[in-house]
């Protein structure tokens, strides 16, 4: 049973245009939600997070939204550009900080131009 | 700065012979995690190291897989004996304080 789940396996967007990844979990004790990004025979370098307190956080063209009630995160790009295509992870933590987290299968951004 | 290192990069091997994957973790960092990704299972945590000390080892899948952290610097994740259904990427990451988890490239184990 996954907790965390990526129902796109990918998703396809035009160059300048907003791309949106979406996230849902089913564990109540995450507290804590992250995104990753992944290119090919690389590891995942972390993109962004949010705390269980926010219900949004921004970091440049990348913004985060969580809605607690329905379980469900997403990632905005905003504009895309060819350079994010990529595979997007979206992750999960509960309590403390320095547990291990649980990922979803990754969705994967085809940006065309 | 370095990053998180993975040694080999990528391992072939045949079914029953011993694998050991190498990490050495950022400098300073005091947590270690293991995890591997599969086309089915996609990226699952193996088992964590908290200053050394293995915390959480629930997701290692058999007696076959282990793992050591000797010290701060060095972590080994070991298979005994391999089997084909072990083929997959080995990632390792660490972080600081329970902060962002740095991952290294991966280790990419084929075993025949």
């Known amino acids: 049973d996954q907790q965390v789940k990526q129902n796109s396996p990918s998703l396809s967007v035009q160059e300048g245009r907003i791309s949106i990844l979406n996230c849902d979990y089913t564990?109540?004790?995450?507290?804590?939600f992250l995104w990753y990004k992944k290119y090919p025979a690389e590891g995942p370098t972390f993109l962004i997070s949010i705390s269980s307190i926010k219900d949004k956080n921004e970091d440049g063209r990348f913004t985060v939204f969580l809605n607690k009630s329905a379980k469900h995160l997403s990632l905005h790009i905003v504009p895309s550009q060819p350079g994010d295509s990529a595979v997007y992870f979206c992750?999960?933590?509960?309590?403390?900080?320095?547990?291990?987290?649980?990922f979803g299968k990754g969705t994967h951004l085809i940006i065309q131009p | 700065d370095a990053g998180v290192i993975q040694s080999p990069r990528h391992e072939v091997t045949e079914m029953g012979q011993e694998v050991t994957l190498r990490c050495k973790p950022i400098?300073?960092?005091?947590?270690l995690f293991w995890y591997r990704q599969t086309m089915m299972r996609g990226l699952e945590l193996l088992i964590y190291f908290n200053n050394n000390v293995p915390i959480d080892d629930s997701g290692m899948p058999e007696d076959r897989f282990s793992a050591k952290m000797p010290n701060a610097s060095f972590s080994t994740l070991k298979i005994q004996p391999s089997e084909p259904r072990d083929s997959a990427v080995y990632f390792c990451a660490s972080s600081l304080a329970g902060g962002t988890q740095y991952f290294g490239p991966g280790t990419r184990l084929t075993v025949l």
């Open positions: 992750a999960a933590r509960a309590g403390g900080g320095a547990d291990g987290l649980t």
């Open positions: 400098s300073g960092h005091n947590s």
């Open positions: 564990n109540s004790m995450f507290d804590y």
